[in-house]
């Protein structure tokens, strides 16, 4: 009985771990990358882009937003300071300031975009030499 038993058992065990496999390849898939596009300011250019995160419908507008910096004279990217983001929403309503972390060479968080219309991602940032600067990007959701 037990020899009868063993092939079947494995075999759900591979089909298991296949399913598995084929869902998490879905998921990574499925999240989409808007390209935000670049805004110079003061010798600095920001470029900026959206990962749709995969989620339910309740969490239907969560994006992970993702900003690098560079300088305009020799592409130099910029590592250190602070950068936070605001964002006016279609219905005229500005989100409080959310900090984003820096990751390798980019600055991330994961911030929410509710309702549809056009938002106005606004990112503020105090890098290696000190001076503010305010980068601008437009969504259309």
């Known amino acids: ?69 560079s300088t305009k004279d020799d592409s130099s990217v910029l590592q250190n300071g602070d950068v936070a983001v605001k964002i006016l929403s279609p219905d005229e309503h500005t989100s409080d300031p959310v900090r984003l972390n820096l990751i390798d060479d980019y600055y991330q968080s994961e911030i929410q975009l509710s309702g549809n219309g056009e938002f106005l991602i606004t990112v503020g940032s105090k890098l290696d030499d000190d001076k503010k600067r305010i980068f601008q990007f437009f969504y259309f959701r």
């Open 1 to 69: 009985m037990l020899r009868k038993l063993i092939p079947v058992l494995l075999l759900l065990l591979f089909a298991t771990s296949v399913t598995a496999a084929v869902q998490n390849s879905y998921l990574a898939s499925s999240s989409r990358i808007i390209k935000l596009g670049t805004d110079e300011y003061r010798g600095v250019v920001a470029t900026a882009q959206l990962q749709q995160l995969p989620g339910d419908a309740a969490t239907d507008g969560n994006y992970l937003l993702t900003v690098s910096f």
